[in-house]
C-alpha cells in the first residue's frame, strides 16, 4: 500500500518530533521531511512534492502565510495549520485559509504542547480529508499581501480589510421586519466559501444570513470579524437575544449551537444553547436549520457548502418539507470536501446545485433586493 507522504514544518524540534510521531503511528501516512521555518517548508514543498504539508502559523525567517502563500502559489499542496487558541492566533489562522489552507488544528496547550496527543484524531482525520483535494488546488493568483494580526503586509503596507480596518459599508436601513431569510452550513473550506458568497451580496439584502461554520470558540469572531471586513453586509458573531434584521450576517460562535426564534412581538432573535453536540459538533448546522422549521411565515432560503461529514443535510430535508423556499447545495466542483453537500443530495431535498461562485447571484435573484 502507498502511503501518503507528509511534510512537517515547525520551528520548535521537540514539535517537529512530536508531530512526525504521531503522523507515522498511522499506516497510511509517513513524514518524508520536516522543516524548521517557512523558508525551508517553501523549498522542500517544491523539492519532495508532499500529498500533504503540516504547518506551524509563527515560525522565524518566513512564517506560515508567507509560506502557504508561496507554495500555493507555485506548487499547490494541501496545507493543515497548527494554530494556537490565542485572538492573534485566531486571526492568521483565518487569514490562512482564505489564502488557500484546507484547515487547521488548534495547539491545545500553546506553541509548545506536551499534549499534542490529544488532538491526534482530529489531525489524522484532516489530513486523510487534505490529500483527497490535492487534484483539485490550483495556483493561487501573485500579488496577493499576506496580513498579520495588526493589520499590514508582509511588507509594511496598510490592507483593506485586515481587522481593525473594515470594508466601507453603505449606509442602509437595517430593519427587523423582514420576509424572507438566508441559513448556510458549511465546515473544512469554509472560511473560504463564505468570503466568496458574502462579498458578492449586497449591504442593502433585504434579509438576515444566519451561518455555522464548524469553528472553536475565539476562531468563529476572527472569522465573523473578518468576513465584514471585506464584505458591505455587516457580519457578527451571534450573541444570546440578539435581534435579527435585514442585512446583517451572524455566525454562530464556536462552543455553542445558534436557533433562531421569534419573539412576542413578532421579531426574530437569537437563542444560543449548550444543549449536547450534535454529532460531535457545536454549533451545529442541523440544530440551526431544524429551528427554523416552524417558521413557516418566512420564506427560507437553506446553504449548504463545502464541508466533511452529513450536518445539516437531515436538517434541509426537514425545512424542504416545511416548505423552504429554496434549497442549495455547493457542487463538487468547487467543493474542498463534498460531504455535508452530497448528503443533502442523497437525501433528495436539494433544489439547486451550484458552483461557489454562483450561489450568490442565485440567492439575489431568488430574493431580490
Known sequence: MNKYRVLVADDSAFMRKIISDLIAADVRFEVIDTAKNGKEAVEKAKALRPDAITMDVEMPEMNGLDALRQIMAVCPTPVIMLS?????????TIRALELGAIDFVCKPSGSISLDLYKVKGELIEKLVAAVGTKHRLKPAARGEPVSTASGVSAGGMPMRGALGMPAPKKNVQKSSRFQQLVAIGTSTGGPRALHQVLSQIPGDFPAPILIVQHMPPNFTRSLAQRLDAESNLHVVEGEDGMLVTSGVAYVAPGGWHM???????????????????????????????????????????????????????????????????????????????????????????????????????????????
Open 259 to 369: 436557533l433562531l426564534e421569534r419573539d412576542p412581538s413578532e421579531k426574530y432573535r437569537l437563542r444560543l444553547s449548550r444543549e449536547a453536540p450534535r454529532g460531535g459538533l457545536r454549533p451545529s448546522v442541523d440544530a440551526l436549520f431544524e429551528s427554523l422549521v416552524p417558521l413557516n411565515e418566512l420564506k427560507r432560503h437553506i446553504v449548504l457548502m463545502t464541508g466533511m461529514g452529513k450536518d445539516g443535510a437531515r436538517g434541509m430535508l426537514a425545512l424542504k418539507e416545511a416548505g423552504a423556499a429554496s434549497t442549495i447545495v455547493e457542487s463538487e466542483e468547487t467543493c474542498v470536501v463534498y460531504g455535508m453537500p452530497r448528503a443533502a443530495v442523497e437525501l433528495g431535498c436539494v433544489m439547486y446545485r451550484l458552483p461557489q461562485e454562483q450561489i450568490a447571484h442565485k440567492l439575489i435573484q431568488l430574493i431580490g433586493t
Open 84 to 92: 494556537s487558541l490565542t485572538r492573534e492566533g485566531a486571526f492568521e
